[in-house]
């Protein structure tokens, strides 16, 4: 196991609503990554934070966003649900810049949107 | 844009030897990831390469050639275990941050 951590484990969500997920990084790791995955695809990138800042976005709406607290742990939130949505959210944490280091995975938040 | 490929499905015996291919055409490059992946559960790491050449792990090696923007993850002495989807991923691709960008992912089946 990595040492990341994801709440909750799964969640059911209705189309236009909200949701929260939540993680918390490994120790001693400043750089948090959310991806997307959907069943039978490799990870989607959303978007990365370092050092409670945004560090970079993937090819995601605004309804996706974001925040890391000083403690370096992170939520997505993902505000008017849409079917498309549902997937396997995972966070992963690093040491950051300047790069080249490992990424570890969080076990993921299954989401499904009905 | 950013484009990584590598076959869909792959299938192999116990013992064998099996070679993943990847390749790349991104806007930037720090470096390229092999990732593990079993059903249901999290990517776990096997490889990272950021220079020319191979990578030697154990059962697992990886190869780089950043000329040809092409890559691969061999497995040696193939177990049960092994069976699982294995995601190459190039980081910086999109400069954005240190973020991986991920291919579709290979799903090796291995039989006895």
């Known amino acids: 196991e990595t040492g990341v951590t994801q709440s909750p484990t799964h969640l059911i969500k209705t189309r236009g609503q909200q949701v929260t997920l939540r993680c918390s990084s490994q120790?001693?790791?400043?750089?948090v990554s959310w991806y997307q995955q959907a069943l039978g695809q490799g990870p989607q990138f959303i978007f990365q934070?370092?050092?409670?800042?945004?560090?970079g976005r993937g090819n995601f709406p605004p309804r996706f966003s974001g925040l890391q607290f000083p403690n370096y742990s992170s939520e997505l939130n993902v505000n008017a649900l849409e079917l498309d949505d549902s997937a396997l959210y995972l966070c992963?944490?690093?040491?950051?810049?300047?790069?080249?280091?490992?990424?570890?995975f969080g076990p993921g938040t299954r989401l499904t949107v009905t | 844009g950013q484009n990584i490929d590598q076959p869909t499905e792959m299938t192999a015996t116990e013992g064998a030897i099996v070679q993943i291919n990847c390749t790349y055409q991104?806007?930037?490059?720090?470096?390229l990831f092999w990732y593990q992946q079993h059903a249901g559960e999290a990517p776990t790491f096997l490889s990272y390469?950021?220079?020319?050449g191979l990578e030697e792990k154990g059962r697992f090696s990886s190869f780089l050639s950043r000329s040809k923007g092409y890559s691969y993850l061999l497995l040696k002495e193939l177990q049960m275990k092994d069976s699982a989807s294995y995601l190459c991923?190039?980081?910086?691709?999109?400069?954005?941050?240190?973020?991986?960008?991920f291919g579709k992912g290979t799903t090796l089946s291995v039989s006895s």
């Open positions: 992963a944490s690093s040491k950051g810049s300047p790069g080249g280091y490992e990424q570890y």
């Open positions: 120790s001693g790791h400043n750089t």
């Open positions: 934070y370092y050092r409670e800042e945004e560090n």
């Open positions: 991104t806007s930037g490059f720090n470096g």
């Open positions: 390469n950021v220079l020319d």
């Open positions: 991923a190039v980081e910086g691709a999109n400069q954005a941050g240190t973020a991986l960008i």
